[in-house]
C-alpha cells in the first residue's frame, strides 16, 4: 500500500511517499481503508520533533513510528476474530493516537480504540479532522474551562484548526465569544458566530479594557503572565501548546491567586472519554450546529506539500490527504 513514511526528524521534506506492507489485523482490530486522513499542526510538530522533550516518547534520535498521520475516515476491510463492535463495510472514523499510521491507504486499529461509525450526515474528510479541532477545543471548553451560560470567552487563533472549532462550540455553550484572527479571517470568524472580532494586526486584546472568563490561546501566541490583566478574577487562561514557560504557570497558579492557567493533552486521555465526547460533536454536527472548516485537500502523493501548507501557520481551519472519498 502507499503510505507517508518518515525516518528522520526535520521539514516537510523528511516525508516520503511510498510502497510498503499492508497491516494485518491483530484480533481485537479492524482494517480500515482510508478515504481520508488529517495533516495537523500537531503532526507537523510531530514530524520535527518538537518541542524535544517529546522525543522522550516519539523516540529519541529519530521517530519510533515510521508511518504519519493520527485522524483518518474510511471502511472497514477486515475484522479480528474478537472484533464485535464494527463488521466489514462500516463506515467509520477516529484517530490512532501515539501508534500513528493513518496518512496510508490502510490502517489497523483497535476496536476498542478511538474508532465510532461514520455516519452518512458526515462527510469522510470532516470526519478525518474531528479528533483534532473539534475535540481539543471541546476538552479544553467544556472539561477546562467550564464554559458556562453567558461568561465572557476569548479565542485567540479563531481561524485556526482548533480555533474555528472553539468558537462554535463555544457559542453552544452559551457564551459570549469574542475571536482574535487577522483583518482576513474577520469575515470567516463572524460567520462561525462569534459575536465580535479582534484584528491581532491592528489590537492587542491583551491591553483592552474587556476582561474575560475565559481565554482559549488556541496558538499559544500569548501567554498567561500577559493575559492575567484581562481575565475575571476566577479567570482561565487555557492553552493546548505545550511549553515549559505554561507548565511553571500551571504549577504556579495551582497553589497560588484565583486565576488559572491549565493545559491539556488531549490526545492522550481513554478512548471512553473521547468517544463520548466525539458522540456530542457529532450531535452538534448533525443539528447543523458545528462545521468543520476545511482550507485545502491534497491527494495523499502531495503530502509534502500539505506539511508544508500546514506548516506555514496561515492555514483557515483544517488541511486533509483525500484518497478518493
Ligand atoms: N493539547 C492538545 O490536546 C492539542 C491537540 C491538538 C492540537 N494542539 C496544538 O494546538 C495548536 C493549534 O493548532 P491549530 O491547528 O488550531 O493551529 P493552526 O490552524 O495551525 O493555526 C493557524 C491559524 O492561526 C492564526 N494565527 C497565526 N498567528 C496568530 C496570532 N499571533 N494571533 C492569532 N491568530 C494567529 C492564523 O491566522 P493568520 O493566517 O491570519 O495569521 C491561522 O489561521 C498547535 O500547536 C497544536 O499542536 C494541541
Known sequence: M????IHGYGGPDVLRVQEV??????PNEVLVQVKASGVTTADALMRQGTPRFARLFLGLRKPKHTITGTGFAGVVVDAGAEV????????VFGETSVRFGANAEFVAVADNGVILKKPSFLDYASASLMCDGPLTSMNFLQYLGEVQPGQRVLINGASGSLGTAAVQLAKQMGAQVTGVCSSKNVELVLSLGADEVIDYTKTDFTR????????YDTVGKSSFGACKRVLTQKGKYLSPVISIGLLFQMLGTSFVGSKKALFDATGLKKPEILKEMLRKLLMYIQEK???VVIDRQFPLEQAVDAHAYVESGHKRGNVVLAMGA
Not at 84 to 91: L, Q, W
Open 2 to 5: 502507499q503510505a507517508v513514511t
Open 21 to 26: 506492507t499492508k497491516p494485518r489485523v491483530q
Open 84 to 91: 464485535t463492535k464494527f463488521k466489514v463495510g462500516d463506515e
Open 208 to 215: 483592552g479594557a474587556a476582561t474575560y472568563d475565559v481565554i
Open 289 to 291: 450546529k458545528l462545521d
